[in-house]
């Protein structure tokens, strides 16, 4: 993990001070906290910490630290929210929930622990939360949007210690902060998340509810990294940034169907209780389930992807569909396993597609793809057919040392490389031809060496340029 730039910007202090003023909050009287002598509310900080290593220990992740992000001290995360003084509360809002975390080794991966199991936070009956959330987002400056009768929600909400913090730098990115944060559900359907600056939602090992987005506007990038989440509903939503739940562990489903992201989405390490949808969506960058653990059905249906689809040491629980997806770049399920299929039928990749050492326990289906480089399956575990019926590779088809019980198919592919069975084990015990090239185009080899095949090889009509046995 990289050193953290906890030395910010501090050029011009007199500057950002008036910078920090036209973004924080005016601590002026209101008639639900009392006044000090000298009219103005008396505030504490929050005394609330992360330390990204000690989770990392404990939660078994893998979270790093941007170099550019002067809001960590090392390692360190310290919330710089206020508290009203005279509340007797030790921490703001967001980390009411949140035991202390201090320097004590022991007790401090226990304290992170009983955190992340807290419930979400309570807000008076006639405050959306929701709406908090989305005026702190966007930076505004005042309760006027808020619904209902705010008169018990404290001051301090809105407020970042400038005296802890460096820069107006520093403090737009802690207005979008909730790293650790206990919160409920976040419904923003519709909603527009676009303040005046780039800077990250931030809601990194935060305890979530029933994430609601769908059709919202998004002017930055999200980060769930780490978080606890019950559902990710971010159907149709208009993102112009990156999406990550890298490390999350979500206990329903996570949906971006029809979303369109000019960045990545990314759930690399995730563990996901549903299934993950992305049927339909615009993806810029490209969608990386890199050691993910989804228990429901993985859908890229008809999904338009600018970069790859990685895919990699995945434990899948169920099915794969790329059916009809246009992939600009790479489709890769490396020593992945699938307990049910994976499909690419009429998928156009542009890049490889590789299954190196997967473990798939139905079948494989690439009929009718048009796909721009190789296919691998070297070493690949199928448990059922693989199938490359009508399909157009730009490149070589291996099957190299793979293990198949079911068929292989190629009946009309067009192959402009080599077909590589060799060292292959292949057994269908219910069909005679077990191998099939009838009808195919293969412009170069077609490599059948130390092949064990029970069963036929079906060549009819096939237009190889050389073809070796032996």
């Excluded at 924080?24 to 290593?53: H, M, Q, V, W, Y």
């Excluded at 001051?155 to 737009?172: C, F, G, L, P, R």
């Excluded at 590789?354 to 190789?374: P, Q």
Aim: overall charge negative; hydrophobic content about 35%.
């Amino acid at each position: 993990m990289g050193g953290i730039n906890s030395n910010t910007n501090t050029e011009s202090a007199s500057n950002e001070q008036l910078d920090l003023k036209s973004e924080k909050k005016n601590n002026t009287t209101r008639s639900r906290n009392r006044p000090g002598s000298d009219g103005k509310i008396a505030l504490t900080t929050c005394g609330f910490s992360l330390n990204i290593e000690d989770w990392n220990d404990v939660h078994d992740t893998d979270i790093e630290i941007r170099d550019d992000d002067p809001t960590w001290d090392g390692s360190t995360w310290n919330c710089h929210r206020k508290v009203v003084a005279e509340s007797g509360r030790e921490h703001c809002i967001f980390h009411q929930n949140a035991p202390e975390v201090d320097g004590i080794e022991g007790k401090q991966k226990a304290r992170i622990a009983e955190h992340v199991s807290e419930d979400a936070i309570e807000f008076p009956a006639d405050v959306d939360p929701s709406q908090v959330f989305l005026d702190l987002v966007n930076g505004k400056s005042d309760s006027d949007g808020w619904t209902g009768n705010t008169q018990e929600l404290p001051d301090e909400i809105w407020q970042v210690d400038e005296e802890k913090t460096n820069s107006a730098d520093e403090y737009k990115r802690r207005r979008k902060q909730f790293i650790g944060s206990v919160l409920g559900d976040i419904d923003l359907t519709y909603e527009s998340l676009n303040a005046d600056d780039m800077y990250p939602i931030d809601l990194r090992c935060a305890r979530l509810g029933r994430i609601n987005w769908e059709n919202a506007r998004v002017s930055h990038d999200l980060s769930m990294q780490g978080s606890r989440v019950d559902t990710a509903s971010l159907t149709d939503m208009d993102m112009s940034g990156d999406v990550s739940l890298n490390n999350a562990d979500v206990s329903g489903d996570v949906s971006l169907n029809n979303a369109d992201v000019d960045g990545d989405i990314s759930l690399n390490n995730a563990d996901v209780d549903g299934g993950i949808s992305l049927n339909n969506a615009n993806v810029d960058g490209g969608i990386s389930l890199n050691n993910a653990n989804v228990d429901g059905d993985v859908w890229l249906l008809k999904t338009n992807v600018d970069g790859d689809v990685s895919v990699k040491y995945a434990g899948l629980d169920r099915l794969v569909s790329l059916n009809n997806a246009d992939v600009s770049g790479d489709v890769s399920l490396k020593d992945a396993d699938v307990e049910k299929y994976v499909s690419l039928k009429d998928a156009d990749v542009d890049g490889t597609v590789s299954l190196m050492r997967a473990n798939v326990d139905e079948y494989v289906s690439l009929n009718n793809a048009d796909l721009g480089r190789y296919v691998s399956l070297l070493r690949a575990n199928i448990n059922g057919r693989v199938s490359l019926m009508r399909a157009n590779v730009n490149g070589t088809v291996s099957l190299e040392r793979a293990d198949v019980d079911g068929t292989v198919s190629l009946e009309r592919a067009d192959v402009d490389g080599t077909v590589s069975l060799e060292r292959a084990d292949v057994y269908e015990n219910f069909s005679r031809e077990t191998v099939s090239l009838d009808h195919a185009d293969v412009d170069e080899n077609l490599l059948l060496v130390d092949a064990d095949v029970d069963g036929d090889i079906s060549l009819e009509d096939v237009g190889v340029e050389n073809m070796s046995r032996s």
